[in-house]
């Protein structure tokens, strides 16, 4: 591409390759038959040179959406590779282990990755909020909070494995590029127009609520702290359940429409157990925050959006109680059952006090 001419924004249904910002090289796919007598074939995970070659070719889904979209950092995404028709997945276990390095593979199931941008600094985090994907980036694991990460095995030879925890010493660990396939495929061509209209949340409607930052939801469910006795409020991996799904309803508003404006005052209530989202000025069970919980009392949030008068679907936002801001904390919930970490109130901005409303009903 000439240094000239501006790179347009990536989307789904597209025929795109995944360069390591590092090495050059492009992620690529294989699927060889093990077994002819019982059909058992093995994927495997390359990093390669050639940009011709068809196993390089992936196309990018995002969650529950059939229509073409402009990728955004904070999406939850899905990579198909598109020869096999199998999925980019990790492998995990349940040793928590952040520098265990894991297997990544094709599968028939999809994982979902929040695209992330590369720097991690809060300073910088604001510019990257509502942009397209024309630059590098990070993939997140949403269900089991592996980064894709690529490793040189020798000289000649890179792969893909999946790993918790970065190295700090290592800037470039982990980021990747997008590039638009030379290769062209009549049948994505029915992809080419973008969906792009604006889509405006309103009060009383039933939604989910995911981290823009990690891809967790908001999840709430009948556990109680053996300590404060309330009902738990955790942020929660993939798949989706009933417990992600929350009723908005806005109050103390300035006006009488239908759509919740950026300086309303909102409640929360969770669906499935019937309580609102509140906080106490009590430690939460990390003590990194304060306690989030799920309570009989309705509380009043503040919700600030960015760049945008009206919250839409997709659009990143804070949750605020009492000047505090809603998060995801880096600790596990207390309950310790699945992929599920705490949710906590903290003074300070950051990166884990991003929103977004994935969908409405």
């Given at each position: 591409?000439?240094?000239?001419?501006?790179?347009?924004?990536?989307?789904?249904?597209?025929?795109?390759?995944?360069?390591?910002?590092?090495?050059?090289?492009?992620?690529?796919?294989?699927?060889?038959?093990?077994?002819?007598?019982?059909?058992?074939?093995?994927?495997?995970?390359?990093?390669?040179?050639?940009?011709?070659?068809?196993?390089?070719?992936?196309?990018?889904?995002?969650?529950?959406?059939?229509?073409?979209?402009?990728?955004?950092?904070?999406?939850?995404?899905?990579?198909?590779?598109?020869?096999?028709?199998?999925?980019?997945?990790?492998?995990?276990?349940?040793?928590?282990?952040?520098?265990?390095?894991?297997?990544?593979?094709?599968?028939?199931?999809?994982?979902?990755?929040?695209?992330?941008?590369?720097?991690?600094?809060?300073f910088s985090l604001l510019k990257y909020v509502n942009q397209h994907i024309t630059h590098p980036f990070r993939l997140l694991s949403s269900d089991n909070r592996n980064y894709l990460i690529s490793q040189q095995k020798n000289d000649n030879v890179f792969y893909s494995i999946g790993r918790q925890k970065l190295i700090s010493k290592n800037q470039q660990e982990g980021i990747w590029?997008?590039?638009?396939?030379?290769?062209?495929?009549?049948?994505?061509?029915?992809?080419?127009?973008?969906?792009?209209?604006?889509?405006?949340?309103?009060?009383?409607?039933?939604?989910?609520?995911?981290?823009?930052?990690?891809?967790?939801?908001?999840?709430?469910?009948?556990?109680?702290?053996?300590?404060?006795?309330?009902?738990?409020?955790?942020?929660?991996?993939?798949?989706?359940?009933?417990?992600?799904?929350?009723?908005?309803?806005?109050?103390?508003?300035?006006?009488?429409?239908?759509?919740?404006?950026?300086?309303?005052?909102?409640?929360?209530?969770?669906?499935?157990?019937?309580?609102?989202?509140?906080?106490?000025?009590?430690?939460?069970?990390?003590?990194?925050?304060?306690?989030?919980?799920?309570?009989?009392?309705?509380?009043?949030?503040?919700?600030?959006?960015?760049?945008?008068?009206?919250?839409?679907?997709?659009?990143?936002?804070?949750?605020?109680?009492?000047?505090?801001?809603?998060?995801?904390?880096?600790?596990?919930?207390?309950?310790?059952?699945?992929?599920?970490?705490?949710?906590?109130?903290?003074?300070?901005?950051?990166?884990?006090?991003?929103?977004?409303?994935?969908?409405?009903?």
């Amino acid at each position: 591409m000439n240094q000239n001419q501006q790179q347009l924004p990536f989307k789904t249904f597209q025929l795109l390759q995944l360069q390591c910002q590092k090495t050059k090289k492009f992620l690529s796919g294989n699927v060889r038959q093990e077994s002819k007598l019982i059909g058992k074939s093995k994927s495997t995970l390359s990093l390669q040179m050639n940009a011709n070659d068809d196993s390089i070719n992936f196309i990018v889904e995002l969650q529950d959406e059939t229509e073409n979209e402009f990728l955004c950092y904070g999406d939850l995404i899905a990579i198909k590779h598109f020869k096999s028709q199998l999925y980019v997945n990790t492998s995990n276990d349940n040793k928590h282990d952040e520098l265990k390095e894991f297997e990544v593979y094709l599968n028939e199931e999809p994982e979902y990755f929040v695209i992330q941008p590369p720097e991690e600094e809060n300073f910088s985090l604001l510019k990257y909020v509502n942009q397209h994907i024309t630059h590098p980036f990070r993939l997140l694991s949403s269900d089991n909070r592996n980064y894709l990460i690529s490793q040189q095995k020798n000289d000649n030879v890179f792969y893909s494995i999946g790993r918790q925890k970065l190295i700090s010493k290592n800037q470039q660990e982990g980021i990747w590029n997008f590039v638009q396939s030379k290769s062209t495929n009549d049948n994505l061509k029915i992809f080419d127009r973008v969906h792009s209209a604006p889509i405006f949340i309103e009060t009383r409607r039933k939604i989910i609520i995911r981290n823009w930052w990690t891809g967790f939801t908001l999840h709430s469910h009948t556990f109680y702290s053996q300590q404060r006795k309330t009902q738990e409020v955790t942020c929660y991996s993939h798949p989706r359940d009933d417990n992600d799904y929350w009723s908005i309803v806005k109050q103390n508003s300035r006006n009488t429409s239908k759509f919740i404006s950026y300086d309303d005052q909102i409640f929360l209530q969770h669906i499935e157990t019937g309580k609102y989202l509140n906080g106490s000025d009590q430690d939460s069970f990390s003590k990194l925050g304060k306690l989030v919980l799920c309570s009989d009392n309705a509380a009043l949030l503040n919700t600030q959006a960015f760049d945008d008068f009206i919250l839409e679907v997709n659009k990143p936002f804070t949750i605020k109680f009492n000047n505090y801001f809603l998060a995801q904390s880096s600790s596990r919930a207390e309950s310790n059952t699945g992929i599920q970490q705490e949710c906590i109130y903290v003074k300070k901005q950051s990166q884990e006090c991003l929103w977004i409303i994935e969908k409405m009903i």
